[in-house]
Each structure stands twice: as structure tokens, then as C-alpha cells.
């Protein structure tokens, strides 16, 4: 098992601050809030993606809306139990957070959002094609982390990508580089209603198998905090 989390799990994210800093829960003391970044696409299209930070954080650096920043983390996961139902969170956990320098998002060649996951294949992948013959595959990768743990996060490959994921079994360790995404959808109920929700996604630019002697580990169950 690949056990040096850091590099199982890094990020790091250029954006704009786009709201203020909300309450989201505390562990052993420790009091964690969140906000939501705008990282721009290079199509200028932008992506919406929530972070959650330590208040041992938030003296370090004015977070106030509107703020360039660079936030160096973690892409985590936890299950969130709504009227008997389990629902999958996703969040970037910020480790170190600290100003941007002026117009750091628009540097050719600067990285405004990367991140390197390494990680199980856990449910077998999806392949398919679009109406004009795109090819994409979805696929979940269990990512270990400190204490037991794992955070399970959403990917989606592309073109040649999307191909090699056809052949990857379940249980296969995997290297993958992409960029963290925010996509809106429609959800349906019983009832009729509407909802239109967010889905955030790791989508991929590169990946590889791990060369490890042994890919068989037991998946750690996912643990429903945030730490």
C-alpha cells in the first residue's frame, strides 16, 4: 500500500474568493469553515469549487470576497446521511493558504488548478460515447489517507484516456493528473420536483497504473468526518 499520503493526494488551486467564510463543523476542539473559489478554465469558462479550512488558517491571510489566493491541499471526500440517504461530499482541504501575486492566474504556463491522486479503481469503469462520438469513462478512485481513512473521488477520463480504462480491473492502483471540476445537473424526485445541484469531479489529463507488487489491498472503508 502506497502510504505516503502527500503524495497520494496534492492540489493546488489559483482562484478569486466568491463567498464569505461559513461554519462547517468541528473535530477534537478544532473548528474547520468553508467558502467557494472561482478558479478560471483557460476557455475562460470558471469553476466553482468549495474548500474547507482550519480557523488556525484564517489569520494567515485576508479571505475576504474578491481576494486572489493559492491554496495548497487535498481533494477529500465524506458521506453526508440526509432522510435516511447517504450522499457524497466532496471538498478541497486546505493545508497552506496564502495570497496570489497580482494576475498569478493569467502567467502562461502558471498552475491554477492541478491535482495528483493515487489511488484503487474501486467500482469498474464506465465507457461510453457521446451522440458525436466523444469518448469518456467514469471511474472511482479509493485514496488513502492518514488514520485509517480514505476519501472516494469522482474522475472522468477522455479520448485515449477514456480507451484505456475499459481494460483496468478493479482493485488496480492508478496515478492520475488532472483538474478538480464543477459541473451543474438536474435532479429529479418522486415527487416531481426539480433540484439542480453541483458535482464535482478530478478530470483527467494523465494517467497510469502504480507499479506495486501487490494492488490487492483492502479498500479503508471511508470515514464520514472531515479531518
Not at 467557494?36 to 485576508?62: A, C, F, K, M
Request: hydrophobic share 35%; glycine share 4%.
Amino acid at each position: 500500500m502506497n502510504t505516503n499520503f502527500l503524495e497520494n493526494n496534492h492540489l493546488v488551486l489559483v482562484g478569486k474568493i466568491v463567498s464569505s467564510q461559513n461554519y462547517s463543523h468541528e473535530i477534537y476542539g478544532e473548528k474547520f469553515y468553508s467558502f467557494n473559489l472561482e478558479v478560471i478554465r483557460l476557455s475562460n469558462n470558471s469553476d466553482i469549487i468549495p474548500i474547507t479550512i482550519s480557523e488556525r488558517l484564517l489569520t494567515d491571510v485576508d479571505l475576504s470576497i474578491g481576494k486572489e489566493v493559492e491554496v495548497e491541499g487535498q481533494f477529500r471526500s465524506y458521506n453526508n446521511y440526509e432522510n435516511e440517504k447517504n450522499r457524497l461530499i466532496l471538498t478541497v482541504f486546505a493545508k497552506e493558504i496564502r495570497e496570489a501575486e497580482p494576475h498569478e492566474e493569467e502567467k502562461d504556463g502558471a498552475i491554477t488548478n492541478e491535482v495528483t491522486l493515487v489511488g484503487y479503481v474501486c467500482k469498474k469503469p464506465i465507457y461510453r460515447q457521446t451522440p458525436f462520438g466523444r469518448e469518456i469513462a467514469d471511474l472511482l478512485l479509493a485514496v488513502n489517507r492518514a488514520y485509517n481513512k480514505s476519501d472516494y473521488i469522482p474522475c472522468i477520463a477522455w479520448g485515449r484516456n477514456a480507451r484505456f480504462c475499459q481494460k483496468i480491473e478493479v482493485g488496480t492502483e492508478v496515478k492520475v493528473v488532472g483538474r478538480v471540476q464543477s459541473r451543474t445537473y438536474e435532479k429529479k424526485h418522486e415527487d416531481g420536483t426539480v433540484e439542480t445541484r453541483v458535482a464535482y469531479e478530478v478530470s483527467i489529463a494523465s494517467m497510469e497504473i502504480s507499479e506495486k507488487e501487490d494492488n490487492n489491498e483492502e479498500l479503508v472503508e471511508n470515514n464520514e468526518q472531515i479531518v
